[in-house]
């Protein structure tokens, strides 16, 4: 919750007061005012490591003996999720039911993660089994919680969305906000430092790598409600730095975008879009001037 401007304290009147007495005044209305929703970041982070470890047993520290162990973690999970819910009532019309439909998603959620996972492993050459990808790579860990939070962000869950894709995204370096529309599989290989706006729509088979930014023209705020990021149509590949910026942007399908090319307009499919670099080789330093280059 962010403090409201009313609630600073007047400095010029209050001289001789201790600044923290009024710090302290001040944190505890924010607190009591958020009915306990103050937790709900620790509770959050708590549930969406259980629930990926439960959909992935691979990666968990327990194992589950029976089918019917497996579907007491997860109705542990449902229960979790209401519960985090609850503090919500009013801003999400029936908690209860969101969380139902969240899981009523979820084998739909885990079969195309699965196709992900699989895609990854087959694109990769280093990648050594599906297991290997689940278990360590994290352009996986960010497609798995972009996955989960896009569906809480469908169902009009406020703020946990986002609270998910900022774990995912402190954990690998990828940042993709919940409202992005994904295809599958997707592939994000490396992954550190892409970004993809909310309203970027991806289509089937699409592979991107590291330090690709899918951004708006325009950071004004009147633009909230409006398309600003772009559309990436099916089996197309973007190379590392390449920067696609703009709600009216199509890159058409089976396209190959190379790295650190910037593109505001669209590309037709089948295209191939790269900058042409220029490297000159000299041999011999007899006439080279040293530059007092600082790194």
């Known amino acids: 919750m962010v403090l409201p401007l009313r609630s600073l304290p007047n400095t010029k009147s209050n001289q001789s007061a201790d600044p923290l007495d009024g710090l302290a005044e001040r944190l505890h209305s924010v607190l009591a005012d958020d009915q306990g929703t103050h937790l709900a970041k620790t509770r959050v982070t708590a549930w969406i490591r259980a629930l990926l470890d439960t959909l992935f047993p691979q990666t968990a520290e327990r194992t589950y003996a029976t089918a019917s162990e497996v579907r007491d973690a997860l109705d542990r999970s449902a229960a979790e999720l209401r519960s985090i819910l609850r503090p919500l009532e009013g801003e999400v019309e029936d908690p209860a039911e969101v969380a139902r439909q969240f899981f009523a998603s979820l084998p739909e959620i885990h079969r195309q993660l699965l196709i992900d996972a699989a895609g990854i492993e087959r694109g990769d050459p280093a990648a050594e089994s599906v297991d290997e990808v689940v278990l360590a790579?994290?352009?996986?860990?960010?497609?798995?919680?972009?996955?989960?939070?896009?569906r809480l962000h469908e169902l009009g869950v406020p703020l946990i969305p986002r609270m998910l894709s900022e774990w995912a995204h402190e954990r690998t370096g990828i940042d993709i906000h919940p409202g992005a529309t994904v295809g599958h599989p997707f592939v994000i290989d490396?992954?550190?430092g892409v970004v993809i706006g909310e309203t970027a729509e991806i289509g089937n088979n699409v592979k991107?790598?590291?330090?690709v930014t899918l951004g708006a023209?325009?950071?004004?705020k009147n633009l909230a409600s409006t398309k600003r990021h772009p559309t990436i149509e099916s089996d197309v590949v973007i190379y590392a730095n390449a920067t696609i910026l703009g709600g009216e942007t199509v890159i058409g399908r089976g396209s190959v975008i190379g790295?650190?090319?910037?593109?505001t307009s669209s590309v037709p499919p089948d295209s191939i879009v790269y900058q042409r670099a220029e490297v000159h080789v000299r041999q011999g330093r007899a006439d080279f001037e040293d530059s007092d280059w600082v790194i």
């Open 137 to 150: 790579y994290p352009g996986f860990l960010a497609i798995a919680v972009h996955r989960i939070a896009h």
């Open 190 to 192: 490396h992954g550190t």
């Open 208 to 211: 991107l790598y590291q330090g």
């Open 217 to 220: 023209l325009s950071v004004n």
């Open 259 to 263: 790295g650190n090319v910037w593109i």
